[in-house]
């Protein structure tokens, strides 16, 4: 656990093909159910401190408390994801710390030296930041805050995971506005 923000929350894995990668980690690993949405809505993207209108697929599924990503670009929109890529990085790109006081936790976090490099939002009370200190390659820390309806996903996801028996593997994401 972190003394800073509490348990690591999500694993983020930048990955080539995301269909490829979930049918590995639901056949392989052993984990699912994915929630898949072709098209993640982000809002107010910056990277950089510039707007960019970024196209990301993203799947999530729960290994226990643990959520797993997974994450491919789909336009050349500048981003941590395209940036660990062109490095020539497959895999592990961010570690993720889950919050319900997120200007608290950004504020302890830039005190200790830590600056935005990449943020925005997904629905309501559902802002994140990725800061830009890299450990081994490439790998970040992102700070999302799951008050509102991300976190009502976030929870559902974990709820399916539990006893799941393999079947229906991959499943689209509810709409944020729904839940």
Known sequence: MSRFLGEIRQLGYVVPDIEEAMEYWSTTMGVGPWYYNPRVPIEDYRYDGQSYDVHNSVALANSGYVQVEL???????????????????VGLQHVAYWTENFDADLALMESKGFK???????????????????????????????????????????????????SDPIRPFPSLSEI
């Open 71 to 89: 994450i491919q670009t789909r336009n050349d929109a500048p981003s941590m994801y395209r940036d660990f890529t062109q490095a020539g990085n």
């Open 116 to 166: 935005v490099k990449m943020s925005g939002k997904v629905g309501d009370n559902g802002r994140f930041v990725y800061f830009d200190k890299e450990m081994h390659p490439g790998t970040v820390i992102e700070l999302s805050e799951v008050v509102g309806p991300k976190g009502r996903l976030f929870k559902s996801i974990y709820e399916a995971s539990i006893d799941w028996d393999g």
